[in-house]
C-alpha cells in the first residue's frame, strides 16, 4: 500500500522566488547580513527595522523572519546548515533501515509463510500512519522517519516476496527499474532539464489527491473482490493506471530534488535533512511497488 499522498515537499513550505529573495539578506552565523558584510552602512537599515543593530541581528532576528515569511529554521551559531552529503548520509540511513525491515519480512515469511500478508498489512496500515504523522509534524522527527522506514520495509519485502513466489526474477527486475527512473531523474535535474514548477506543482497535487481516492477504493475491492484495477487481472486498463502512478512518483522526484537545492541554497538548519530523507524515502517505495504491480500485470499476461 503506497503513501503518495505524504510526498508533498521535504520541507514545510516551498520556497518561493520572494522567500528566496529574502534569504539573500539573511543573517549568517556571525550575525551579519549579506549586505553588511559588503557595506556596514548598507546593513544597518535592513536590520533596524526589525529592531536590531546590524552587528547584533542573529539568533531573535532570523526567528523573527522566519515567522514572518514562514521559512524553516536557518543554521545559526548553535547549528550547522542543511548540506547535500548530509542529506545522502540520512537517506542512505533510512534506506538502510527500508532493507532491514524487508529482509525480516523475508526472514519471517520463511519461518511463518501462512502469517506474513497479515503482518505485511498491519505494516502497511502502521506505515500509513507514521507517514502522516511525519508529513504534518512541523519538525522532522528522526525517530518517526526510521519507524516510517521498518514499516514500509516490512511491507515491501513481504509484498516482494508473494511477488516473486509467483514470478521468478520479478524482484530484481523492479529494483533495475527503480533504480533506472532514479539515476534519470536526478542526472535530468543535475543538467537543469527538469525542474519542480508552480504550475506542475498544482496539476501534481490534483492528480495525487485523486489517484490517493482511487487506491483506497481499489486497495477495498483488491482485497475482498480481486477485480480491482490493480489486481493481475487488471489487464491493459491496470497498466495504463499504474504507468499514470509512475510519472507521478517520477515527478514527485523532481519535486524532493529541488526542495533539497533550495534547502541548502537558502541555508536552512541541518535537521531539514532528515526532513529531506523521509520525501525521498516516501517517492522511492512509492515508484518501486507501482513498478512491481505494473511488472506483476505485465507478466500475468503473457505467461
Do not use: C, H
Not at 27 to 35: A, F, H, I, K
Not at 200 to 219: E, H
Not at 279 to 288: A, H, K, N
Amino acid at each position: 500500500m503506497s503513501n503518495p499522498i505524504f510526498n508533498t515537499g521535504a520541507f514545510p513550505d516551498q520556497f518561493s522566488e520572494k522567500k528566496r529573495e529574502r534569504r539573500r539578506f539573511y543573517m549568517n552565523d556571525q550575525g551579519v547580513t549579506e549586505q553588511s558584510r559588503q557595506s556596514p552602512s548598507q546593513g544597518q537599515p535592513f536590520a533596524a527595522q526589525y529592531g536590531m543593530p546590524g552587528q547584533q541581528a542573529g539568533g531573535a532576528g532570523a526567528d523573527q523572519l522566519n515567522r514572518q515569511y514562514n521559512l524553516p529554521d536557518a543554521a545559526g551559531s548553535q547549528g550547522a546548515a542543511m548540506t547535500y552529503d548530509d542529506v545522502i548520509r540520512k537517506t542512505v540511513t533510512s534506506f538502510a533501515v527500508v532493507l532491514l525491515g524487508a529482509a525480516g519480512a523475508v526472514a519471517l515469511g520463511l519461518v511463518m509463510p501462512g502469517a506474513i500478508m497479515g503482518l505485511a498489512l498491519v505494516a502497511a496500515l502502521a506505515g500509513f500512519g507514521l507517514g502522516l504523522a511525519n508529513a504534518f509534524k512541523k519538525e522532522p522527527n528522526p525517530a518517526l522517519i526510521l519507524a516510517y522506514s521498518a514499516t514500509q520495509g516490512f511491507f515491501l519485502g513481504a509484498f516482494t516476496m508473494v511477488m516473486e513466489a509467483m514470478f521468478p526474477g520479478i524482484a530484481v527486475q523492479a529494483v533495475m527499474a527503480t533504480l533506472a527512473v532514479f539515476g534519470t531523474v536526478l542526472a535530468l535535474f543535475k543538467s537543469g532539464k527538469v525542474r519542480a514548477t508552480p504550475k506542475l506543482n498544482k496539476m501534481f497535487f490534483v492528480a495525487i489527491i485523486g489517484y490517493a481516492v482511487f487506491s483506497l477504493m481499489n486497495f477495498g475491492l483488491v482485497m475482498f473482490t480481486d477485480i480491482g484495477m490493480f489486481g493481475l487481472r487488471a489487464g491493459w486498463m491496470g497498466v495504463a493506471i499504474g504507468a499514470f502512478a509512475i510519472l507521478l512518483a517520477t515527478y514527485s522526484l523532481v519535486m524532493d530534488f529541488t526542495n533539497i537545492q533550495e534547502g541548502v541554497e537558502a541555508g536552512v538548519s541541518q535537521k531539514y535533512g532528515w526532513a529531506a530523507a523521509f520525501g525521498l524515502t516516501v517517492s522511492l517505495v512509492w515508484l518501486y511497488i507501482e513498478i512491481l504491480r505494473v511488472i506483476a500485470i505485465l507478466r500475468s499476461m503473457t505467461e
